[in-house]
């Protein structure tokens, strides 16, 4: 299956390409506990591809769950990892290096989210 590639400007003025490629539940070491991946993949002014995995904790769904008595469906969690896919787009210069992934918890999920009046 041919995937289609969408266009975001950065508010740096740098084209990215993306798609979304799968979302999987994993249990990250690092501390941050279990959650989901949601990996796309990325390419910057006609450069070679790279993967950008955003990682959405439990922490973070349990936060919305508790100031929104309900949890996020499937469409929320997909615009919730692609909101936090446009901030990374927009603040940080070097998006390529190895093993970067980005983060949604209990910290980042409502402000990552507001602009969506959910």
């Not at 995995?53 to 929104?68: D, P, Y």
């Not at 390529?96 to 507001?114: Q, T």
Request: net charge neutral; with cysteine; glycine share 8%.
């Amino acid at each position: 299956m041919a995937r289609r590639y969408k266009i975001y400007t950065a508010e740096t003025g740098t084209a990215y390409q993306y798609f979304f490629a799968s979302s999987r539940g994993v249990n990250r070491p690092e501390g941050q506990g279990a959650g989901s991946d949601y990996i796309f993949v990325v390419t910057r002014n006609q450069k070679p591809p790279f993967i950008l995995r955003v990682f959405i904790s439990e922490r973070a769904l349990g936060a919305w769950r508790q100031a929104h008595g309900r949890d996020l469906d499937s469409n929320e969690m997909y615009a919730v990892a692609k909101m936090r896919l446009f901030r990374a787009f927009d603040e940080i210069d070097c998006l390529r290096g190895d093993g970067l992934n980005l983060l949604v918890d209990e910290g980042n999920v409502e402000e990552l989210l507001a602009p969506l009046n959910l």
